[in-house]
């Protein structure tokens, strides 16, 4: 059966890997990109190629990457242990017959020539600690999502890093201090209104004042108290 790409409503997750298989059948471009970002999020990757990039040479040197230094072939254990499969060889029919069997044994399999055909694609993505903004345009044009993932980097800088770290401190510490759900969640509201990411950028944020910011928090947690703590935030900015 053809699928039409246009009438696929991709559902979009952030998968946690840490640990598990997943296997890349290739070693060119696309594997090696593919291994970079699966490594980063923790996966166990294997690699299935008779020959891969440099780059990949000097994963297996250190340790970081397993090579099965061969075709493909039907029956592999890579492939059967793994939880994501991509199939990323230069040859349409290798990498369908790839698919075929991931798909029969169960497995989400990704399709480097065969977009329509994949079971999930992969995004461009931005880290910022625990910030983590994916885009894809669904196959449309790779290059686009890579050129609105790269004006994003620019609006989130590294200070987002911080400021969700703190953040999520925060919230914990009103959490534990607001029973009442609603209060707590215009608590939640009020506190962005705080402009903690221009003091971050300022370079303002030093354990003392952090520890004055969760004493003051913890003082008044309320939506009066919240809105006095901007307001004593601004005043340190200017
Ligand atoms: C985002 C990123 C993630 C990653 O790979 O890690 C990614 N491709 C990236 C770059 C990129 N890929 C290509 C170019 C050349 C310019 C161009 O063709 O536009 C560039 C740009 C460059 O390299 O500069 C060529 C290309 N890509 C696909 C095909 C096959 C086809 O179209 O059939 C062809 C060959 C087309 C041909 O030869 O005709 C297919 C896919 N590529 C996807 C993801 C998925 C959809 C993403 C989405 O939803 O938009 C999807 C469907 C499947 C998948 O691979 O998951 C990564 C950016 C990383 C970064 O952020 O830097
Ligand atoms: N999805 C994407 O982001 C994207 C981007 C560019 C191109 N592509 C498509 O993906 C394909 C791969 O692109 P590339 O730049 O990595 O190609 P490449 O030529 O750099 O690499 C192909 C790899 O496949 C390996 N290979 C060939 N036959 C094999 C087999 N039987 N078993 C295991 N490995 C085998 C080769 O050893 C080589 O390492 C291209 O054909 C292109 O159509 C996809």
Not at 55 to 62: A, I, K, R, T
Not at 180 to 203: A, P
Not at 214 to 223: C, N
Request: hydrophobic letters at 45%.
């Amino acid at each position: 059966m053809t699928i039409n790409s246009d009438s696929i409503a991709y559902y979009p997750l952030f998968a946690n890997l840490t640990g598990k298989a997943c296997a890349i059948v290739g070693g060119g471009a696309v594997a090696e990109r593919k291994a970079a970002s699966l490594l980063e999020a923790g996966a166990l990757v294997t690699v299935i190629s008779p020959a891969c990039s440099a780059q990949m040479e000097s994963w297996v040197q250190q340790g970081k990457l397993a090579l099965v230094r061969e075709g493909y072939r039907a029956g592999m254990s890579a492939v059967a242990q793994a939880t994501l499969v991509f199939a990323a060889t230069d040859s349409y029919e290798i990498n369908e017959s790839i698919r075929l069997e991931a798909e029969s044994l169960g497995k989400l399999v990704t399709v480097a020539d065969h977009t329509a055909g994949s079971g999930f694609i992969v995004p461009a993505v931005v880290r910022r600690g625990r910030l983590l903004i994916a885009v894809s345009t669904g196959g449309a044009s790779p290059a686009v999502a890579k050129k609105i993932k790269q004006e994003l980097e620019h609006t989130f800088g590294s200070e987002y890093e911080d400021y969700l770290d703190l953040l999520q401190e925060l919230r914990l510490l009103i959490q534990s201090l607001v029973g009442n759900t609603v209060v707590r969640q215009h608590v939640f509201k009020l506190m962005l209104e705080w402009d903690l990411i221009g003091f971050i950028r300022l370079g303002h944020l030093k354990a003392a004042w952090k520890r004055e910011l969760f004493d003051r928090v913890t003082q008044t947690p309320t939506l009066d108290g919240m809105v006095r703590i901007g307001l004593w935030i601004q005043g340190h900015l200017h």
